[in-house]
């Protein structure tokens, strides 16, 4: 079910949510041009489908860690360009 979907909102702007197989939201983009600027891109699930992975628009990617028992985080690091 990959795809994306429109969500309008005042005054006439547009957050286009793109979905990757599972349905999961895998980008997030402020308007639909082609160019238009990322909230949120390249987002990767752990196995219980919390997000474990994300690049923001400012380019700082934001990793979590998950205990293995209660999968609740338990290091949440952030880098700019990847690092």
């Not at 338990?74 to 880098?79: F, G, L, V």
């Amino acid at each position: 079910m990959s795809g994306f979907a429109l969500c309008p909102y005042p005054p006439g702007r547009q957050v286009k949510h793109s979905l990757d197989g599972a349905g999961r939201i895998s980008q997030v983009q402020n308007g639909t041009a082609p160019t238009a600027p990322s909230y949120a891109s390249g987002i990767l699930y752990a196995p219980h489908d919390a997000i474990q992975q994300m690049t923001l628009g400012n380019g700082v990617t934001e990793t979590t860690t998950y205990g293995a028992g209660r999968l609740q985080p338990t290091s949440i690091m952030a880098a700019y360009g990847g690092a």
